[in-house]
């Protein structure tokens, strides 16, 4: 277990809508990473939050957006779903702000959109 | 185009054999790491390494870092069922992104 929790785990939705992806970070991190895992891409860093402000970008659409709350939870919103939109969502989180201390993931949201 | 490619992309060996996975770039990482990762799971950390050269063992496992660091191999003595999984290689470029690898899909079988 390694302390992140993210719900939901699974989530089935129409092309077109929104929706929300929640992320709990292990208690003490104060940094929150979301990446996307297809099968074409592998895996593929959105975004990180540090202490509730964004720190880096990575490949994130413009239709995704994220934000770390006062509690450090992280939510992502994918808004205007696309058929390849569907993938694993993973949250990791680390206690400092540099990327090469040790994250821990969550064990993912699966999004599937038909 | 990625910029960690890894090989080979599936291995399936029986119990008790040895093997190598590499990951290989172009570009000059500041450190590597090395994640397994179980269907259903999110990837668990194995190793960082940072120095080019550098050798790290974890039980069976033995993590290498090219000289240049922009290359690494995982050595796995003695495979057991329990090493079946995907095993990624992330390189940092500067303090800002991890980038993963195309990972290699790994299978043991008893």
């Known amino acids: 277990d390694s302390g992140v929790t993210q719900t939901p785990k699974h989530l089935i939705t129409a092309t077109g809508q929104r929706v929300t992806l929640r992320c709990s970070p292990r208690?003490?991190?104060?940094?929150v990473y979301w990446y996307q895992q297809s099968l074409d891409q592998g895996l593929q860093f959105l975004i990180q939050?540090?202490?509730?402000?964004?720190?880096a970008k990575g490949n994130i659409l413009e239709r995704f957006s994220a934000q770390q709350f006062p509690d450090l939870h992280s939510e992502l919103n994918l808004s205007s779903l696309e058929l390849g939109d569907s993938a694993l969502y993973f949250c990791?989180?680390?206690?400092?702000?540099?990327?090469?201390?040790?994250?821990?993931f969550g064990d993912g949201t699966r999004l599937s959109i038909l | 185009t990625q910029l960690l490619e890894q090989s080979p992309q599936f291995l399936s060996i029986q119990e008790g054999e040895n093997l190598t996975v590499y990951c290989n770039s172009s570009?000059?990482?500041?450190?590597l790491q090395w994640y397994r990762q179980e269907p259903g799971e999110g990837p668990v950390l194995l190793v960082t390494?940072?120095?080019?050269?550098e050798v790290k063992k974890l039980k069976r496992l033995t993590f290498q870092f090219g000289d240049a660091r922009k290359d690494s191999s995982l050595h796995i003595t003695a495979a057991q069922p329990g090493d079946t999984g995907l095993y990624l290689c992330?390189?940092?470029?500067?303090?800002?992104?991890?980038?993963f690898g195309t990972g290699t899909r790994l299978t043991i079988i008893p």
């Open positions: 390494v940072v120095t080019g050269g």
């Open positions: 990791a989180s680390s206690v400092g702000q540099l990327p090469n201390q040790p994250q821990h």
């Open positions: 939050y540090y202490n509730g402000e964004e720190r």
């Open positions: 992330a390189g940092l470029l500067g303090n800002e992104k991890l980038t």
């Open positions: 208690s003490g991190d104060l940094s």
């Open positions: 570009s000059v990482f500041s450190s």
